[in-house]
Nanobody, 112 residues
Framework: QVQLIESGGGSVQPGGSLRLSCAASGRAISNEVMAWYRQTPGKERELVSSISQTGTTTYYADSVKGRFTISRDNAKNTVYLQMNDLNFEDTAAYFC?????WGPGTKVTVAS
């Protein structure tokens, strides 16, 4: 079983940037499609971005396209989410997901 731990969340002003990391342990994630989801209170968890096993194929939700970049370093067993030009609507708990595992989440707050 893969364990996932997110980090990099925090509070940032509108227009700011954050880089989330998802570190995996237990076994390699190089054969897994990895994804980032986010959730706000009272709403369903939504897919933000995903990345194929080799990183050649990525997906972005329309709401983050052009602002967020997903990447992975299989040698480090880590997936990243670079978030630029953050706005209030990006405030959420962000979760990393592997084939069968979820991380506990990291909180992102965008506030002036």
């Amino acid at each position: 079983q893969v364990q996932l731990i997110e980090s990099g969340g925090g509070s940032v002003q509108p227009g700011g940037s954050l880089r989330l990391s998802c570190a995996a342990s237990g076994r390699a994630i190089s054969n897994e499609v990895m994804a980032w989801y986010r959730q706000t209170p009272g709403k369903e968890r939504e897919l933000v971005s995903s990345i194929s096993q080799t990183g050649t194929t990525t997906y972005y939700a329309d709401s983050v396209k052009g602002r967020f970049t997903i990447s992975r370093d299989n040698a480090k067993n880590t997936v990243y989410l670079q978030m630029n030009d953050l706005n209030f609507e990006d405030t959420a708990a962000y979760f990393c997901k592997g084939a069968k595992s979820w991380g506990p989440g990291t909180k992102v707050t965008v506030a002036s």
